[in-house]
């Protein structure tokens, strides 16, 4: 199963209940208490999954790591194709 059917699935039994809830065809005193709450929990829910999503991009950019060998060898990759184009006659303006 893929996330895709693992998402949707999740979200059509939690709106199936929150439907029922919401249009009282389920009857408990506990959703009669909380009825306020449940109606705005899809903007709640909206809220949290931003908040989480970016506090996940921040925490993964702060923490991301060099790769300084990497790097050299990139520029030294570079620099030895300029040579090649220079001896094949290609200039640049530098």
């Known amino acids: 199963m893929t996330k895709l059917n693992e998402l949707l699935i999740g979200l059509t039994i939690f709106f199936g209940i929150y439907g029922a809830i919401t249009t009282r ?5 506990v959703f009669e208490y909380f009825f306020f709450e449940i109606q705005i929990l899809p903007i709640i829910m909206i809220i949290a999954l931003g ?7 921040l925490y993964r950019t702060l923490t991301f790591n060099d790769c300084k060998e990497a790097a050299l060898e990139l520029q030294t990759e570079i620099q030895e194709a300029k040579q090649d184009l220079k001896r094949k006659g290609f200039k640049f303006d530098e």
């Open 25 to 29: 065809q389920i009857k408990h005193e």
């Open 51 to 57: 908040i989480y999503a970016v506090t996940t991009v």
